[in-house]
Every structure is written in structure tokens, then in C-alpha cells.
């Protein structure tokens, strides 16, 4: 019988549960350099000796202007290797697998002096300007996304996520709304996706698995839904993706008819049917803070693995609480015992 708690493997990702720390930016690299700095291991360290079985770190950018903020993680630089590798043999050592999330901002690159999108179209009224990458400065913003997982293979992460989800570059790449280019990447909207798919593959082991963030639907005028979603998903399964980890939104200003739910679990549907038409491994996200909803998600086999947020934010040992108060198995460190 499947719950949160039982252990899940694919490839060479052995998990302890199925409780995931989704990455979440923390805009704390005060010198803007790029490096993971003490609170940052401090951060995903708790979150490992708290129980959670696998902790993917936060946004990380492959170019200093792919950065949501000046004060992101990156990894376009040798330099940010070993801050990043004391956090993942940290957190190997409290028995968490590690995940890392690649990416670039695009047009949504807040400090970027002129950020850089598939076309030249802002995200609101009040953002800058973008300007629209050539198709040679494509291909090579394709390696750059290699470079980056290529450092994160160095640093000795289990796992690799692309964040194709929530209004950033490959999202911004294979949506109709914000690709309106001309060239081979305008003409196939999954062409620059699929390619950051392959280059990361070829950076990676064998047996690593490659997750790939995506937003399921789009909240706005004209946007994709879940049918549009499931099949550039295929393409990029197709490519390469092992796992998809299911969000929504983020691609603009979100219209006041397609505003989404806030309820708990407003999100599992769209995990649920890319799990079922692509027959692959999920990761559901969205308000499972609850312990008996996070585990009824396993169990009534909605997603492979559950996404604890906000959950995990205000409590770093949410996943010892929740296995006391679902009575399953867990090993607390023998520091917290008399606490449980």
C-alpha cells in the first residue's frame, strides 16, 4: 500500500518518503555573486533533519541576468560549486536525496537592466521591456542550461528539474502568448525546451532522473490548458523528462475570470491527469500542508510525490509531525526523540 511515507525509487533516486521540499527562492545572496551562503545551508539542512526525503534547492540561474533577483542563486560559474556542495553532503548526511532547480527569469529577470524573451513583449505594464534573443543567442542560452547542470552533476546533487513552469524562460518558449518569433524556435514552440532537455541528459548520469516543472494551465486571456500542456509535456517526455512536477500560472497578470482556486489541493487535477495520459511519475504542489490530504494524494495514487510549500516554510520538521500524526514509521534523530 502506497502513502507518503513509503519509500519510492526511480533510477538511481532512492527516496526514504515521498514528502518533497519544492524549490523556493530566498533571495538571500547578499553579495550578488551567485553563491549559497550560510542561511542557505541552513535552510535545506533543517528541512533534512526534519524528514523530508527529498529537498529540491531553490531557483538557480544559469546567467547573472537569468535571476528573478540580484540576490538569487546561480550556477554559471565554477565558483558556486563548493557552497552548493557542503549544502547536498549536508543534507546526504540526514539522509535527504537533493534536487536542484536550473533556470532563467526571462523577461521576468526583476534586475536585469534589459532582460532577454523569446520576443519583445513585457510581463505587465509596470515591468521593463524584454528584448528578443536571436536565434544564435538562443542556441547558446541552450548552453548555458548546460554548463549549469553540468555544475550541479559537480556538486553532487541527485537530481535535476528544468523549470519550464510559472511565466520563465521555457515556459515563456512554449507559450503562444509570449513566443511570437518567426525562426525554427517561433515555428515549433518546444524546439528550445526540448533541446535544454537533451544537453542536460548528456550532462547527466545514466541512472539520474531529469524532472521538469511545468505550469498545467495558464490564468490568462488566450492562455494554454491542460489539454495544450499534456501534449507539449509528451514532447518534452519524449526528449528526456522522467518526471514531471505539476504547477500552473505565473505567465502574466492573472484575468479576474480565470483567477485559481485557493483551496487546498487546487492543483492535484492537473497532476493527476498529466500522471495518467503520459503514464509517468508526478510530483503534486499546491496548499498539502494537511498531513491526512498529503497522504490521501499518494494513496488514492493522484501523484507519485507531494510538494509541502508554505507547510515546510513555517515548520522544518513538518515531515516528523506528519508521520506522528499519520502513526507511520520514521526515524527521528535521536537528539528530538523525547519531543515525540
Not at 518569433?181 to 548528456?202: C, H
Amino acid at each position: 500500500m502506497k502513502d507518503l511515507f513509503s519509500p519510492y525509487q526511480f533510477k538511481g533516486l532512492e527516496l526514504k518518503n515521498r514528502v518533497v521540499m519544492p524549490p523556493m527562492c530566498q533571495y538571500s545572496v547578499d553579495k550578488k555573486d551567485g553563491i549559497a551562503t550560510d542561511w542557505h545551508f541552513m535552510h535545506y539542512v533543517s528541512r533534512a533533519i526534519g524528514g523530508t526525503g527529498f529537498i529540491i534547492i531553490e531557483m538557480t540561474d544559469v546567467e547573472p541576468d537569468g535571476r528573478i533577483s540580484d540576490f538569487d542563486l546561480g550556477l554559471w560559474s565554477d565558483e558556486q560549486i563548493p557552497a552548493l556542495k557542503r549544502i547536498v553532503d549536508a543534507c546526504h548526511s540526514y539522509g535527504a536525496k537533493v534536487g536542484i532547480q536550473i533556470a532563467h527569469a526571462g523577461r521576468k529577470a526583476e534586475d536585469a537592466e534589459v532582460p532577454v524573451a523569446p520576443s519583445a513583449i513585457p510581463f505587465d505594464e509596470k515591468s521593463k521591456l524584454p528584448r528578443a534573443l536571436s536565434t544564435q543567442e538562443v542556441k547558446e542560452m541552450v548552453e548555458k542550461f548546460r554548463g549549469a547542470v553540468a555544475r550541479a552533476v559537480k556538486a553532487g546533487v541527485d537530481a535535476i528539474e528544468l523549470h519550464g513552469a510559472h511565466g520563465y524562460l521555457i515556459h515563456q518558449f512554449h507559450s503562444p502568448l509570449t513566443n511570437q518569433r518567426d525562426d525554427e524556435y517561433g515555428k515549433d514552440l518546444t524546439k528550445f525546451g526540448r533541446e535544454i532537455i537533451q544537453v542536460a541528459k548528456a550532462e547527466m548520469p545514466e541512472d539520474m532522473p531529469l524532472i521538469m516543472r511545468i505550469s498545467a494551465k495558464e490564468y490568462v486571456a488566450g492562455g494554454y490548458g491542460i489539454q495544450e500542456s499534456i501534449s507539449f509535456a509528451k514532447e518534452y517526455q519524449q526528449a528526456g523528462v522522467d518526471i514531471f512536477d505539476v504547477s500552473s500560472g505565473g505567465e502574466g497578470p492573472i484575468a479576474a475570470w480565470g483567477r485559481p482556486g485557493s483551496h487546498a489541493a487546487y492543483q492535484v487535477s492537473l497532476a493527476r491527469e498529466i500522471r495518467q495520459a503520459l503514464d509517468v511519475p508526478v510530483i503534486a504542489v499546491g496548499r498539502l500542508d494537511d498531513p491526512i490530504l498529503a497522504n490521501a494524494v499518494v494513496g488514492n495514487e493522484d501523484a507519485d510525490l507531494v510538494a509541502v510549500g508554505r507547510g515546510m516554510l513555517r515548520n522544518p520538521y513538518w515531515a516528523l509531525e506528519a508521520a506522528t500524526n499519520l502513526k507511520k514509521e520514521i526515524t527521528i534523530p535521536k537528539q528530538y526523540t523525547t519531543g515525540f
